[in-house]
């Protein structure tokens, strides 16, 4: 990353505009972040793309999932691909037995016999008939294959980006993932589906045409050999070179794709800043760059049709006039219909030869698309060694036991079958953290929340409030100290049932395309439609909702841009309390709402607070008067604690704050 800083930080070429220099730095940005493809790459250009080391392994894992389910389907496809081979080098032999056994004897009879020569045609024609139905079925196969494979990996992309840590999305840009899943995994559909089939064809093709000639004439398959040496050298220089630009273009669409996105997102920034000259003039750059490299990797692809076109040509006209000497001088026992055979197998050899010269450049390619997207699979997922989780129970006669179905009690049940009940008791024991090394976030962190206790923390921004609550819930481990909750480790206790004993109402606030009531449903999907209006009312939403056209029903997008700030906050606090947890958690936002939502926001808070133990984070002091301790942080110290009156006597940080002398200090 300190050459990302280098490089950012360098100064801008002198004469470059200031959209020039933009695009520079987006460029180097991007390129500190997603490390080149690995391969032989040669200068500015990228150079040459190969197989190498590197891409054998990515290639075999690629393979393994043919073996996992397609095995039976992709060697069928081989057999036909086979069978189509042979049946093709069959029927182009026909043109010797047409011309030496049926024509040739036909121009010698007095009166001509047709019957045989129709026999043969029709020999042949079901032949044909044949090879479509096995090329036919062969296309139906890899598209089933290819399909289901890259849905099997989409999925497994999918569920492992569930268990990643949160750390994980920190440091990978969601456009990054995002073309992972669609860019990345698409290349690896083409490479399975048209890459491998073609090769795997050609393979076929080459040998069978090979064995074809060879049995025809030695010298003529010699100078088509020659031919096909000089094909295959210009395909990969040409092939090579068009990669190359195929790169380039690649990323000079991401450019453009992320530029576009950022100033989708920011559209308003963009007017209240009157930046649309200047985002105009950089589009226009990024655009500029992406016709270029486009316009030259296509140059060089449209070369490579024309060229092999041509050069089959002449190699046609060589081997017919060789051929045609040859027959006449009567050296090499080659009859008419010999060399008319040659002839069209040698035009069927130089097909192939330039497929694979091309189609080797789109499988290196694809598979550094398929290193992206097997990396994301081998990140590493979410530790979780706790074994203590959470059960419903019920009491009879003073003792707990374990029930089936849900009570409305729980308690944490531990590896030896112990039953602690869940109370929502939570200290922190000298907790130290970082995000990332060497930058110590939280010092020495002590507090206690006994059940049922309200916990404030304050503190001006970057303070390390929202860590605190990010670390009880394990989204990130803790250096050193520890977390207790009734008791227990927070390290023993299974993650899933840690975080569903907190209701977590999150600074930044996520709702997800559906109704308001899937929304609300998102804390608990099997809650009644009764709990889901309760909840709502908890949570003062249910007022605004019953106003809306469809009320419950109304469809929200995933990005909540339909509701208000202050309606999306109120939502997520009805999503917290239809989970009913004893644990919340309540990161108040730093949006400025107006005073009206503001204390309805602050009456929802309370409404759900009642009876559990909360850890409050407040912008708005008037929000934590009332809580049971109050935690002064100051660059990841507690500098200060106690309730309002004893905080408001210490007369320090939190009396500045109170009292808004802090810009006087
Ligand atoms: N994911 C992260 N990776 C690295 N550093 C982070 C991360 N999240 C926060 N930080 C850093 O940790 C420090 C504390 O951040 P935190 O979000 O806890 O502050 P906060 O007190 O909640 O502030 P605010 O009042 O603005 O919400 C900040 O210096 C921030 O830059
Ligand atoms: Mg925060």
Known sequence: MSLTKERIGAAPQAGMSRAEQNVEKRRLRGKAKAPEMRGRGRGAAGGRVRLNADTIPILKRLFAYLGSGYMGMFVLAVVLMAVDALLTVRITLFIRE????????????????????????????????FVAVTVFTNALLMRKISQGVIRKIRLEMFSKLQKLPVSYFDTHPYGDIMSRFTNDVDSMRQVLSQSIPQVLSSVVTIISVFVAMISLSLPLTGIVMVFVVLTYF??????????AFFKQRQSALGEMNAFIEETMNGQKAVKVFCHEDEAEAEFGILNRTLREKTTSANIYGSIIGPVMANLGNVQ???????????????????????????LTLSRSFNRPVSQISQQINSVVMALAGAGRVFALMDEKPEIDEGQTVLVPVEEKDGALSECTSRTGSWAWKKADGELIPLRGDVRFEDVDFSYVPDKQILYDIKLYAK?????????????????ITNLLNRFYELQDGRILYDGLDIKDIKKDDLRRSLGMVLQDVNLFTGTIADNIRYGRPDATDEEVVAAAKLANAHSFIEKLPEGYDTVISGTGSQLSQGQCQLLSIARCAVADPPVMILDE??????????????SAMDGIMGGRTTLVIAHRLSTVMNANAIMVLENGHIIERGDHDDLLEQKGRYYQLYTGNAASE
Do not use: H, N
Not at 98 to 127: C, H, N, S, V, W
Not at 235 to 242: P, R
Not at 326 to 336: K, T
Not at 451 to 467: C, E
């Open 98 to 129: 047409l011309i030496d056994e049926y024509i040739k004897p036909i121009l010698l009879m007095d009166q001509p016999y047709f019957g045989d020569l129709l026999k043969a045609l029709i020999r042949t024609g079901i032949m044909a008939f």
């Open 234 to 243: 210009l395909a990969i220089a040409i092939g090579g070179k068009s990669a």
């Open 316 to 342: 046609y006209v060589v081997v017919a006039v060789f051929g045609g000497w040859l027959a006449i001088s009567g050296r090499a026992g080659l009859s008419l219909g010999d060399i008319a055979a040659f």
């Open 451 to 467: 059940p049922g206790q309200k916990i404030a923390f304050v503190g001006s921004t970057g303070a390390g409030k929202t860590t």
């Open 589 to 602: 936002a730093t949006s400025s709402v107006d005073t009206r939502t503001e204390s309805l926001i602050q």
